[in-house]
């Protein structure tokens, strides 16, 4: 048998304990996968979880270069046809609720998940296609449901892929620093009892980008992938293959 451990959650929160470790102790286990930098372990690999949402298993190289140039295509960006933000989750994990109501003090931010719902679009008018919704908003909230090092989720690569501009929280503001542009994201701090004069100059700038299109195109159409993106993606890919074609034939 085949025994695999992947951490699709932050392992690291107080309430996944028995699994800190990526389940590196448990003997009985072939591979582990996870988000973590640094473990130096033959049987672990870092593999993030967002790779997984955005390509399908089959994907090749040439598909994933074509993601990388169509998601930095200056074409991926529009102004004046998109509405001012978005804001998709179910659970008000860390500071939500305060960075909710700070990006609203810029304007009107659509719900349509379970937190702070205020609207139907996605279900009504786009059957629940995520990617195909965002590109009504210049802007996309997306603040990770916790707080670890290289733990960074589907969402900012949605919203990249949308042609959203991020405004993010994770992974110490520091998310795929190999893979995206990190000038091309809003950060934003997001904590429990999080003051509510807390990123002043980050709501400034994005009231500035919202309100004036010159300045929001400048900054939503230069590149959100680094150059060597793809490289990066399909390296991690091809590693993860290799790994688990070992364990097969060693069976």
């Known amino acids: 048998d085949v025994k695999i451990f992947l951490a699709r959650e932050n392992v690291h929160r107080s309430n996944w304990k028995d699994y800190d470790d990526v389940c590196l102790d448990e003997k009985s ?12 372990d033959e049987r672990y690999i870092r593999f993030p979880l967002w790779i997984m949402w955005i390509f399908p298993a089959d994907v090749t190289y040439t598909q994933i270069k074509a993601w990388c140039d169509r998601v930095n295509s200056p074409a991926n960006s529009s102004y ?14 860390l500071g939500r609720q305060e960075i909710y109501g700070q990006v609203s003090q810029v304007g009107r931010v659509d719900c349509d998940g379970k ?26 909230l997306t603040p990770e449901n916790s707080e670890a090092d290289g733990y960074v989720t589907e969402k900012i690569f ?16 520091c998310p795929e620093p190999d893979v995206l542009n990190q000038d091309a994201i809003c ?3 997001v904590h429990e009892g999080m003051p ?24 939503a159409q230069q590149p959100r992938l680094k150059p060597e993106a793809a490289d990066i993606i399909w390296g ?10 070992e364990i097969i034939k060693s069976k």
Request: glycine fraction near 6%; charged fraction near 30%.
């Open 236 to 245: 991690y890919i091809q590693e993860l293959e290799r790994r688990l074609s």
């Open 80 to 93: 004046g046809d998109r509405r001012f933000c978005s804001f998709l989750c179910s659970h008000a994990d």
């Open 29 to 40: 286990l072939d591979l582990c996968v996870g988000y973590d930098y640094g473990i130096d």
């Open 158 to 173: 949605e919203a990249i892929t949308s042609g959203c501009v991020p405004i993010y929280s994770g992974s110490g503001n």
């Open 187 to 189: 950060f934003v701090s």
């Open 115 to 140: 937190l702070f719902h205020n609207n139907d679009d996605l279900k009504t008018k786009f059957n629940d296609d995520k990617v195909a919704y965002l590109r009504q908003y210049r802007f996309n």
């Open 196 to 219: 509510t004069d807390e990123n002043r100059e980050t709501m400034a700038k994005i009231r500035k980008l919202n309100e004036n299109e010159a300045a929001y195109l400048a900054y």
